[in-house]
């Protein structure tokens, strides 16, 4: 599994700002996709925003024109820009790695973060 770091979280008010960054490991040599996902308590995990290598994205419509997902190759990080926060926004944010290849040949499908958490009070 590919060791992502993610850093970020916090408390804010409602329409404030975060900003999120998830860090893979330096053995990695490239990942397709990376993505954040959030679960809220009760709920089940649910895709915020994802970016694919090829360039594309996609996000939930929830957070559309509120929150965008960019990625560092180079450094093979991932953010997401969260405005305009509402408190429905509140839960624990995971970093998701698909298809990484490492630099000892291995290619690991799927990987998650340890979570961070965002509150948003109204």
């Known amino acids: 599994q590919v060791q992502l770091v993610e850093s970020g979280g916090g408390l804010v008010q409602a329409g404030g700002s975060l900003r999120l960054s998830c860090a893979a490991s330096e053995s990695i040599i490239s990942i397709v996709a990376m993505g954040w996902y959030r679960q809220a308590p009760g709920k089940q995990r649910e895709l915020v925003a994802i970016a694919i290598s090829d360039g594309s994205t996609n996000y939930d419509d929830s957070v559309k024109g509120r929150f965008t997902i960019s990625r560092d190759y180079a450094k093979n990080t991932v953010y997401l820009q969260m405005n305009s926060l509402k408190p429905e926004d509140t839960a624990v944010y995971y970093c998701?790695?698909?298809?990484?290849?490492?630099?000892?040949?291995?290619?690991?499908?799927?990987?998650w973060g340890q979570g961070t958490q965002v509150t948003v009070s109204s």
């Open positions: 998701k790695a698909q298809g990484a290849r490492t630099r000892d040949g291995r290619y690991l499908t799927n990987s």
